[in-house]
């Protein structure tokens, strides 16, 4: 009997338990059914968000082994002030202006001797430090024959920003100038935050995009953050004082002193200095005597000036770095002042459809090839809504942009939680430029089978498929990812456009 009853007590005390995890089971299922995830999608997601959480999706250079002259074709351009200029010298036989025979898209080429060391150098640099960034110039292709390396970037047609129209003894208009030195600051402190450093910041360092009255801008002499020129002239003007003794030294000060005297003369119209000897002129630079006369900056707002003293400090030591200026409240309030908040991208991102991690990087891989000005203006939006200047979103940013226009505590937070499962493609917590812009671009616009169509014959390097090899080439991502992102789309070893179509579609 006693036998009996134990027995009994063990199968009540089994049958508890498979009763406990049922309704756990239950439960979980519960809030799978609330956060509208079935268990298929959520192993599907767990399965795919495994294959590597420091996978950061930015753009990305295409290595091409056909020829060049099948995908572009020199545009005549008998205009000198649209030439491209290089080390402030024409170099046309180095630089061209480019048409791409698929996209049409209008980019310049730099032709390079293969057997040169600088250019293995660059080529090292360029491959091993992806830019990605909307104010600096992108490279997007690289081909090679026998003799040299082409490489395909950016044209911005908007020329230098010497070719800016000047009142009349005085500089541009300063709000004008100020929205120039925030993409300045902005895309210099992205290559301070790499580890890298410029050195040779001149005016004629960034262009225009275009000729419209946006004043985005590029930087646009990248080669020389790797390759560091002969110093010129023109150079020199924009020295810092502490190193015209000793010029080899590339710090980030060295970087921000430069932005201070490009800003002085989009204030003024001139620089500092009158000095046409190079003795002379590094004597004048070493005093470090910036003069700001009344004639000059009576009618220049204190904002600009604190700013400008604060970039023109004397003393490297003390003179603030980037990042520091980003963060302060002068410069968050100057951003804050001059963009302006889109009601069309807070719907965006109340609206956005998740990307797995195929889809992410075929998304950014149009983007950078189509949206070049809409990828400066969503980068105006995504400094707005950084309100600690610290080039991220955390779920406290969005939270309080959703809440403005939803004014919902409930709604703003859930909100948020689905956008950061939606778009958080690298699962760090928060939302990087690149996944904002991926999150707010016109998809409707951009996903379209005519765009599909050319993207995808870039891809599949004109063939009728994305082979595995061709796609890790593309996006730099090992065997186990690409076998990984493969497998959440088609069966097969490849990917067809019927694939690729279907797959890019589901996020419009």
């Not at 099948?70 to 202006?97: A, H, P």
């Not at 409930?410 to 958080?424: C, G, L, N, P, S």
């Amino acid at each position: 009997m006693g036998s009996c009853t134990q027995k009994l007590k063990k199968v009540n005390q089994e049958n508890a338990q498979k009763r406990q995890m049922l309704l756990q089971a239950l439960h979980s299922k519960n809030q799978s059914i609330q956060t509208q995830e079935s268990d298929k999608e959520k192993k599907k997601r767990e399965k795919f968000m495994k294959t590597d959480k420091t996978l950061n999706i930015q753009n990305f250079i295409l290595i091409q082994t056909c020829k060049l002259s099948k995908v572009y074709s020199v545009v005549s351009n008998g205009n000198k002030d649209q030439q491209i200029s290089f080390q402030g010298k024409y170099q046309n036989e180095n630089l061209q202006i480019v048409q791409n025979n698929l996209t049409g898209r209008i980019r310049t080429i730099e032709t390079l001797p293969l057997g040169d060391k600088y250019t293995r150098k660059y080529m090292d640099n360029l491959l091993a430090n992806t830019l990605s960034h909307p104010n600096i110039t992108q490279i997007h292709e690289i081909f090679q024959d026998d003799n040299n390396i082409h490489i395909i970037q950016d044209y911005c047609s908007g020329g230098k920003l010497c070719n800016i129209n000047y009142r009349q003894g005085q500089g541009i208009q300063e709000n004008i100038a100020l929205k120039i030195l925030v993409q300045m600051i902005e895309s210099m402190n992205y290559l301070h935050v790499k580890g890298l450093n410029h050195g040779h910041l001149t005016f004629n360092s960034f262009q225009r995009t275009d000729e419209s009255e946006n004043y985005y801008i590029k930087l646009t002499d990248i080669k020389q953050i790797f390759i560091k020129p002969q110093i010129t002239f023109e150079q020199l003007l924009f020295f810092a004082p502490e190193i015209i003794d000793n010029d080899q030294e590339y710090s980030i000060a060295r970087d921000v002193w430069s932005i201070g005297i490009i800003f002085y003369k989009l204030l003024t119209g001139n620089l500092p200095y009158s000095s046409t000897q190079v003795s002379k002129l590094k004597s004048e630079i070493k005093k470090g005597i910036i003069q700001m006369t009344e004639l000059q900056f009576d009618k220049i707002s204190s904002r600009s000036k604190d700013l400008l003293n604060k970039l023109l400090e004397y003393n490297p030591s003390t003179r603030s770095n980037l990042n520091s200026i980003i963060k302060s409240p002068l410069y968050r309030k100057l951003v804050s002042q001059t963009n302006q908040i889109s009601k069309q991208s807070v719907n965006a991102l109340a609206n956005i459809k998740p990307a797995n991690l195929i889809q992410s990087l075929f998304l950014q891989f149009l983007v950078s090839q189509l949206c070049q000005n809409q990828q400066n203006e969503i980068y105006q939006m995504f400094n707005k809504y950084d309100q600690n200047g610290d080039a991220k979103l955390s779920k406290i940013e969005i939270y309080d942009l959703l809440y403005q226009q939803l004014r919902s505590k409930e709604q703003a937070q859930q909100q948020v939680d689905v956008i950061f499962k939606a778009i958080d493609t690298d699962h760090n917590g928060t939302i990087d430029c690149n996944e904002f812009i991926r999150c707010i671009v016109d998809r409707q616009a951009l996903i379209t089978t005519p765009n599909l169509k050319v993207i995808f014959k870039q891809l599949s390097n004109g063939k009728g498929s994305i082979r595995k090899k061709r796609f890790m080439q593309c996006f730099q991502v090992n065997q186990k990812q690409t076998d990984e992102m493969f497998a959440s789309i088609t069966k097969n070893k490849r990917i067809t456009f019927k694939v690729f179509s279907r797959t890019m579609i589901e996020l419009v």
